[in-house]
């Protein structure tokens, strides 16, 4: 069997019955196996991955976010198809936006993520938005082959703060990012439905 632990920093750990290592790097001879992920358990013992480790951030005030957990709070609410989160040494956590249809108004956008928000803690909340001009794809180089953001191409080509380029910066008030709204279901107004194959869908930055 396996036994599974967090380490301090909420890195998930296993040992027992594990793989013996990469292909061309020696096998792994200690206890407990680093799997990269970062996770926690519920009061039910049941284990939850947040993210990778290496892509987590750390804020101004020092609060380790993994962008993965905003981004999948982001895009399941069926307005969001594809959502960057970025917060590395700020003040308010930015976000790259993609509709599922290209056609929806800035307004439902920003309805979904003060929804994504009210359901997360304020230190991981988006403070501020930017809204695509066209979707991360493999033929642009910002996403992988199996549907994953390539992040440092990404913070490469709009910058860690966006503050330069072009479409508007949206930045929610800051009641909006310390109140804790009810949850809103994903068929609360907030979808849009896709006007066809104009965007791109892929899974929430995972």
């Known amino acids: ?28 001879n200690g206890e407990w196996w680093p799997t990269g992920d970062i996770g926690e358990f519920d009061g039910d013992g049941f284990l939850y991955l947040r993210g990778r480790k290496k892509h987590q951030f750390t804020t101004s005030f020092g609060r380790n976010v993994n962008p993965e957990w905003v981004e999948a709070e982001l895009t ?12 590395e040494s700020l ?4 976000a790259l936006l993609w509709p599922f249809d ?16 009210a359901g ?19 033929a642009n180089g910002l996403l992988t082959a199996n549907g994953r953001p390539r992040r440092d191409a990404i913070l490469a080509h709009y910058g860690p703060g966006w503050s330069g ?31 066809g194959p104009s965007g791109v869908a892929a899974p929430g930055g995972v």
């Open 1 to 28: 069997h396996v036994q599974v632990r967090l380490a301090e920093d909420g890195e998930v750990l296993v040992s027992g019955s594990t793989l013996l290592g990469y292909l061309g790097e020696p096998a792994f």
């Open 76 to 87: 399941q609410r069926g307005a969001i198809a594809q959502a960057f989160v970025h917060g």
């Open 91 to 94: 003040s308010r956590n930015v």
């Open 102 to 117: 290209p056609s929806c108004p800035d307004s439902v956008l920003e309805a979904a993520v003060q929804a994504a928000n």
């Open 120 to 138: 997360l803690p304020d230190y991981a909340r988006v403070g501020q938005w930017r809204r695509l001009q066209q979707p991360f794809t493999p």
């Open 165 to 195: 380029q072009s479409g508007q910066l949206h930045r929610l008030p800051h009641s909006g990012l310390l109140s804790r709204a009810p949850h809103r279901a994903v068929d609360d107004g907030l979808r849009c439905t896709p006007a």
